[in-house]
């Protein structure tokens, strides 16, 4: 009887040593929101990778937070006054890391650091930014801030008597705002304008003296060095 012989062969099994990658870095932006003497609206945005299967991208700085793969955004908030340092963190199916870091210095400018043409008054309220705003009623009033920095927002007040105002960067008209809103909030961040070369700008606001409802109430800027 012949006999019989069986072959076998052992599949290779190759272990996923290649971490994930960031094809975009980590990128960092003032937005629109609610701005407070301790936080600055931004957005962190970035796009994570991997060659097999990413799992999580996490943020370990300033504050510690679990996206899922796909997220590309966080809408977050930032301490003015110094440096911070945003740091994403992707995670691969196989625990493969790769970290990836930026950082922008967030700051609030305030109205009266602005230069004054026309007629403006100084309002007192906790809920405006240093306890204090200056508002102005008169066609062609005007505040000018000259500002270093890569990002710019205008910080003003709210309210159904509120009216228009016509914004100016570096001299250029950029567009006209209406400050207008049926409930009443301070501390918006209601323009801004990312994208900029980091070195000395202008911002300056006219008001248009709207009818019936001409007042622009401003708590100054918030920029990104």
């Known amino acids: 009887m012949a006999g019989t012989t069986a072959t076998s062969k052992a599949l290779a099994v190759t272990a996923d040593a290649t971490a994930p990658t960031f094809p975009t870095r980590p990128g960092l932006r003032l937005r629109t929101g609610t701005a407070a003497t301790t936080k600055v609206p931004v957005t962190l945005t970035w796009k994570a990778a991997d060659d097999v299967l990413l799992r999580r991208v996490k943020a370990t ?42 950082t922008g210095t967030p700051v609030i400018i305030q109205e009266t650091a602005a230069k004054r043409t ?71 961040v209601l323009w801004g304008r990312n994208g900029l070369a980091n070195t000395t700008h202008t911002l300056r606001i006219v008001v248009v003296g709207t009818a019936g409802r001409p007042t622009v109430t401003t708590d100054g800027i918030t920029v990104l060095r």
């Open 61 to 102: 700085a300033p504050s510690t937070t679990t996206f899922a793969a796909t997220t590309t955004a966080w809408r977050t908030t930032a301490r003015p006054g110094a440096a911070r340092t945003f740091t994403l963190v992707a995670v691969d199916a196989a625990g493969n890391t790769r970290k990836a870091s930026v």
């Open 118 to 188: 026309g007629t403006w008054k100084t309002r007192t309220s906790s809920h405006y930014l240093g306890g204090a705003a200056l508002s102005s009623t008169t066609r062609n009033s005007s505040l000018t801030w000259t500002f270093t920095g890569r990002s710019v927002g205008w910080v003003v007040s709210r309210a159904s008597g509120s009216g228009r105002a016509v914004i100016y960067l570096d001299g250029t008209k950029v567009t006209t705002v209406d400050l207008r809103s049926t409930t009443t909030a301070y501390r918006q």
